[in-house]
């Protein structure tokens, strides 16, 4: 198998992660490692796909336009966190890997769990819940180059993180994270590696936005700049504007324990995945809590085992869902309720095109047309 590499990182940053991983107490998070923009990231590439990919189209689309659909049952390719091969991989609907980011460093960075593009569909923002912080990675370069947080190393001050779920760039570019452990809500500056906004604080995990947060996993900015937060106790989402002002907080129904909700594709209601076996999806009307529409088959190969996100895909209704723990991605008909789709091998875990190690983050690539890319059958 070919291994793709990365060049190697600055030797400051080796220096600082060593002193991590020996263990080595740190009063506070060394400048390299926190808000600090990786010029020049290098390093031995953890792990590859062994596909020779092709080279990456230009961008076409946005999100507001997004290039032409791929029609059912996977309108646009999607990019995936890999989570337990540490990577982000790119797939088509036809099942081809088009584009991959494997980790540079394995303290750095592992365990990728959420990813999402930025508006313009030329950077990614990811979550590391358990290594305990949040990157930026640049999509054309396949570059690390901005990191908050410190590697292995969980904390409350200033600089650090513990167990950050989700990961977002805002259109004006600030990025949003819901630090779970210490029950807060974060927009940072990348600018100036600045808190700019914090909902919640550590220490208190009672319900009572956006003062107090119940242990949010799911931060998911909404179209106008809301922002959809979802709590893990009581299963509580609520829409809560940049200002921070409520705009309605409800308990999520047939819910134990919510997984970053999003909207719908007309925006209307609230779609959210159940992160437990079997797992379900739900679609409810937040102003009556009515559920719309079930997903939570019981057994079998259509059974979820802890699915972390469900979003419903643009166009055609049906639901994309990283299964978490049955290693795969899959989508399921709207109206029948089948799997259509499915990346990834049932209950196998792999590295080999074909599969995933603990899915657990996924977006649209609604900006690049893969079908114009040449590539080697």
């Keep these: ?36 923009k990786i010029d020049d990231p290098k390093g031995a590439g953890a792990v590859s796909s062994g596909v020779e990919l092709p080279p990456v189209p230009a961008v076409t689309g946005s999100r507001a336009a997004p290039v032409a659909s791929w029609g059912k049952p996977l309108p646009w390719p999607i990019v995936i966190a890999d989570r337990r091969n540490n990577r982000l991989i790119e797939i088509t609907p036809d099942k081809r890997v088009v584009w991959e980011f494997p980790s540079p460093n394995l303290t750095v960075y592992s365990g990728n769990e959420d990813v ?29 180059v901005w990191t908050y947080g410190v590697p292995e190393q969980k904390g409350s001050k200033a600089g650090f993180l513990n167990y950050p779920d989700d990961a977002h760039l805002l259109s004006d570019g600030k990025f949003l994270t819901a630090d779970i452990r210490n029950c807060r809500v974060l927009i940072i500056d990348p600018a100036t590696n600045a808190i700019a906004t914090q909902w919640g604080k550590p220490g208190d995990c009672r319900h009572d936005p956006p003062h107090r947060l119940a242990s949010p996993n799911g931060a998911t900015p909404l179209p106008g700049g809301d922002i959809l937060v979802s709590e893990i106790r009581e299963a509580w989402i609520s829409r809560i504007t940049r ?130 890319a040449p590539v080697k059958p």
């Design 116 to 144: 999402n593009f930025s508006e313009d569909g030329r950077r990614l923002a990811v979550s590391e819940e358990d290594n305990y912080d949040v990157h930026i990675v640049d999509y054309d370069k396949r570059e690390l």
């Design 243 to 372: 200002e921070g002002r409520v705009v309605w907080s409800v308990k999520a129904p047939n819910i134990r324990y919510p997984s970053d909700a999003f909207p719908t594709a007309d925006g209307r209601h609230v779609i959210v995945a159940d992160f437990v076996k079997p797992g379900r999806v739900v679609i409810f009307d937040p102003g009556t809590r009515k559920v719309l529409w079930q997903y939570d088959a019981k057994s079998g190969d259509a059974m979820l085992d802890h699915p972390s996100l469900a979003r419903e895909l643009p166009g055609t209704g049906d639901i994309l869902v990283a299964d978490d723990l049955r290693h795969r991605v899959v989508v399921i008909d709207r109206a029948t309720k089948k799997i259509t789709w499915q990346y990834g091998v049932t209950d196998q875990p792999g590295h080999a095109p074909g599969y995933l190690f603990y899915p657990d983050g996924f977006d649209l690539d609604l900006y690049r047309d893969w079908r114009a």
């Design 1 to 36: 198998m070919n291994t793709t590499t990365l060049r190697t990182t600055r030797t400051l940053a080796f220096a600082a992660t060593s002193a991590l991983a020996a263990g080595l107490a740190l009063a506070s998070p060394p400048a390299e490692l926190v808000g600090r």
